[in-house]
């Protein structure tokens, strides 16, 4: 389709980095007295609720994280949202909140992202279009109980390429003294007190020179779990590609689409628990991996005082499965898959 605004002039695409931006417009939807409204796009960015709003109180407040991408034909793409969409019904659900259906989700995508195509990063600029939804509940509450009010809103904003100088490896610390959520706890939902627990451990680790940290189970501290924002994956010897298998992780629609794209290489996937001290020194590459980044190669890992090396530079394997998966999300690859949801 043809888009009604071109490109932005007045952004540095080259300059962006990962941070907020205002655009346009977001969009919204209301729930009230049994289902959800329409839904309005509004240049507002502020969200006006009651004080004793149960976001504010008891934690009933999820988010997603999806991009858009400004694909080499020219199309605006949006990559696999309906996952997203999954994800956070699985999330409302265990909130005991309404669940959103699934199609609204898309149509808010579309409708959000097409107000605001003009702030889609031009192909070639390695940037894309950040796509947060958030729901959060509304209605005051001060019992400790759900509330029967909910608000769903998705912001947009332009991100640049996450690595100005290339794939290079970065070190992590594995984090003995916190741990990112209970061993029967909300660890595998994407709401936002996992956040909340995160943000104390991951300063330490970068107080000491981590940039990112590796949590271990929560209930042995044996078991590789995932990093504070990403989830672990780690290359082998042979060539098998192993990530974490845990009931304390975020599953990751990111690792999900590595996984696949590692089996269409012919590589061997396992989805595992990884003995941390045992297996770590065994492993030739190790990355982190989430919607932001794609792949974030891991340098080291420093585990009980020890430090495992694996080089500065992404690996041979991790930096194909990279080009892969974002040769599909810029169409310079073949989705085979029917990942990208066009706008």
């Not at 209970?182 to 595998?188: D, E, H, R, S, V």
Request: glycine share 8%; charged share 25%.
């Amino acid at each position: 389709m043809a888009y009604d605004r071109e490109i932005r002039t007045d952004i540095d695409w080259d300059s962006l980095g990962f941070s907020y931006m205002p655009t346009r417009s977001n969009i919204r939807y209301k729930y009230r007295n049994g289902a959800w409204d329409k839904g309005e796009l509004t240049s507002d960015p502020n969200v006006s609720m009651s004080i004793a709003a149960t976001c504010l109180h008891y934690g009933q407040n999820a988010f997603e994280g999806i991009k858009a991408f400004r694909c080499k034909d020219g199309k605006v793409r949006v990559f696999r949202p309906w996952e997203n969409a999954k994800r956070m019904n699985r999330t409302a659900h265990q909130l005991l909140g309404p669940e959103i259906p699934e199609e609204m989700f898309l149509e808010a995508i579309h409708r959000v992202v097409l107000d605001n195509v003009d702030y889609v990063p031009p192909y070639g600029s390695g940037g894309s279009l950040y796509i947060r939804p958030l729901y959060i509940g509304t209605g005051p509450m001060i019992g400790v109980a759900p509330t029967d009010e909910y608000e769903f809103i998705i912001m947009v904003m332009p991100v640049g390429k996450y690595y100005k100088e290339g794939l290079k490896g970065v070190p992590t610390l594995v984090i003995e003294d916190y741990d990112r959520a209970a061993p029967k706890g909300m660890g595998q939902y994407k709401c936002s007190g996992n956040y909340g627990a995160s943000l104390m451990p991951a300063k330490l680790a970068k107080k000491a020179g981590y940039p990112v940290p590796l949590f271990l189970d929560p209930k042995e501290h044996k078991y590789i779990d995932e990093f504070g924002t990403s989830n672990f994956l780690a290359i082998t010897e042979d060539g098998k590609y192993v990530t974490s298998d845990s009931p304390s992780i975020l599953p990751s629609v990111t690792n999900m689409s590595l996984m696949e794209v590692a089996r269409d290489l012919g590589m061997t996937v396992e989805k595992r628990p990884i003995v941390a001290e045992e297996e770590l020194p065994t492993f030739k590459e190790v990355c982190a991996c989430g919607t932001a980044v794609v792949i974030t190669p891991i340098s080291s890992v420093t585990i009980h005082g020890k430090t495992i090396t694996y080089g500065n530079e992404c690996g041979p394997v991790s930096k194909k499965l990279y080009d892969t998966l974002t040769g599909i999300q810029y169409g310079e690859l073949e989705d085979t898959h029917n990942w990208m949801f066009e706008i």
